[in-house]
Nanobody, 126 residues
Framework: QVQLVESGGGVVQPGGSLRLSCAASGIIFSRHSMGWYRQDPGKERQFVASISWSDSTVYYTQSVKGRFTISRDVAKQEFYLQMNSLKPEDTATYYC???????????????????WGQGTQVIVSP
């Protein structure tokens, strides 16, 4: 059974930093692309960042480029989202996601193709 367990959310002031972690089990970690989404109440879940199974390709939504960094540790079966220079508009519930398919470089945008974490809340407020 696949499990994704997130940690690292919290409350931070604008300009601050947080690091989200997602620990994966039940998959062969090195075969899967993975990433992060976020969701505001009443809105659709939005793509934030992804990293390919080979670590060779990363993608970011435009609004976080230069501020957020996605990475992963295959040995620990964890991946991360380092968030710097946080803004109030980054406030959301953040979800980690792993593509169910093996050896696909781009994270699927079809939600049923993904395993999901439980979500962790990030609040950026003065």
């Amino acid at each position: 059974q696949v499990q994704l367990v997130e940690s690292g959310g919290g409350v931070v002031q604008p300009g601050g930093s947080l690091r989200l972690s997602c620990a994966a089990s039940g998959i062969i970690f090195s075969r899967h692309s993975m990433g992060w989404y976020r969701q505001d109440p009443g809105k659709e879940r939005q793509f934030v960042a992804s990293i390919s199974w080979s670590d060779s390709t990363v993608y970011y939504t435009q609004s976080v480029k230069g501020r957020f960094t996605i990475s992963r540790d295959v040995a620990k079966q964890e991946f991360y989202l380092q968030m710097n220079s946080l803004k109030p508009e980054d406030t959301a519930t953040y979800y980690c996601a792993v593509d169910k398919r093996n050896y696909i470089a781009e994270l699927s945008f079809t939600t049923t193709d993904l395993y999901w974490g439980q979500g962790t809340q990030v609040i950026v407020s003065p």
